[in-house]
């Protein structure tokens, strides 16, 4: 009798040993496959994000006068360029970045960049010809007001002539040059509208409709003149309000872009290509030195 009540009492409590071991199994493994899923999320995001530095050219003479910091010579664009080719950067269009957070394609190792905002004769004339010398693309966004201006008249000072309709059409047929916007009318870096913020005496009905009458008349002039739509706003000088990103997206533009100098995190959400930053690029320094600011 004693040794019978023995073993019926080991055995329950060998039994509720093996339970409890099966439990504590149950329990590690699902913790394991809980923070490996985690750090597998997290290594996924860290592979799918690519660092882009964006550049911001304005006008290109031949010489830049380091005084105005919207200027640089043809020279050193062309520091530039060689720089960007001897260094293992790839140049890409809005339109890649768009591809990549579709899914539809994947970017280079290096992307970067190149974008030259108001649509100056100048760009036209010396950087469109470098850019086909070292194969290197680049973003145009015109006024468009200008461009329909300069395409009345006959006039291509380099100092401050515009691009018109047959220059811009020219560089969108090239394969190397995409068109975007910057809007038709709104460049103006004066009150009572500084860009394309919004003004103190207008409601957002208001501002909403002045904004997309203005950027739907650059979108067509834009698909008339060259066949292709721009799919992204250049902001004049990175300008704008509270509401402007969602009267954009209302619209169909699919990336934004701003004026500050930081280096983009590009991944799979396609939301991270609205409020892009741009480095402007000023004279008077080495590639070397402008590119290591960005570099480190």
């Known amino acids: ?17 093996l339970i409890l071991c099966c439990v504590f199994s149950v329990i590690s493994i699902s913790c394991w496959a809980l923070f490996s899923q985690g750090d597998s999320s997290k290594l996924s995001t860290e592979e799918n994000t690519v660092k882009l530095p964006v550049l911001m050219y304005h006008l290109v003479l031949k010489n830049s006068g380091d005084k105005n910091k919207f200027i640089v010579s043809e020279k050193t664009l062309e520091e530039d360029l060689k720089y960007i080719n001897d260094n293992g950067y790839t140049t890409i269009l809005v339109k890649d970045l768009i591809d990549y957070t579709e ?12 974008t030259f905002d108001d649509g100056a004769y ?44 047959k220059h811009i ?37 208001q501002y909403k409709d002045r904004l997309t009458e203005d950027l739907k008349k650059a979108q067509e002039l834009i698909k008339e003149n060259t066949g292709t739509e721009p799919t992204a706003l250049f902001y004049p000088f990175g300008a704008r309000s509270e509401c402007s990103e969602e009267i954009v997206k209302s619209i169909g533009f699919k990336a934004t872009f701003l004026c500050e100098s930081k280096i983009n995190n590009i991944t799979k959400d396609s939301e991270c290509l609205f409020g892009l930053n741009r480095f402007i690029r000023p004279p008077g320094i080495s590639s070397k030195k402008f590119f290591s600011s960005f570099e480190k």
């Not at 009798?1 to 060998?14: D, E, H, P, R, V």
């Not at 145009?140 to 009345?152: D, G, H, T, V």
């Open 1 to 17: 009798m004693y040794i019978k009540l023995y073993i019926k009492k080991n055995t329950g409590q060998q039994l509720l040993i």
């Open 103 to 114: 899914g539809k394609k994947d970017l280079p190792p290096k992307p970067i960049l190149l």
């Open 122 to 165: 100048n760009n036209y004339l010396y950087a469109f010809p470098l850019a086909k010398k070292y194969n290197a693309k680049f973003v145009f966004s015109p006024i468009c007001f200008e461009s329909e201006k300069y395409s009345k008249i006959t006039d291509e000072n380099p100092s401050y002539a515009h691009a018109n309709w």
């Open 169 to 205: 059409s020219e560089m969108a047929s090239s394969g190397i040059v995409e068109i975007q916007n910057h809007t038709y009318n709104m460049h103006s870096n004066k009150k009572p509208r500084i860009g394309c913020t919004k003004r103190n005496d207008e409601s957002i009905s």
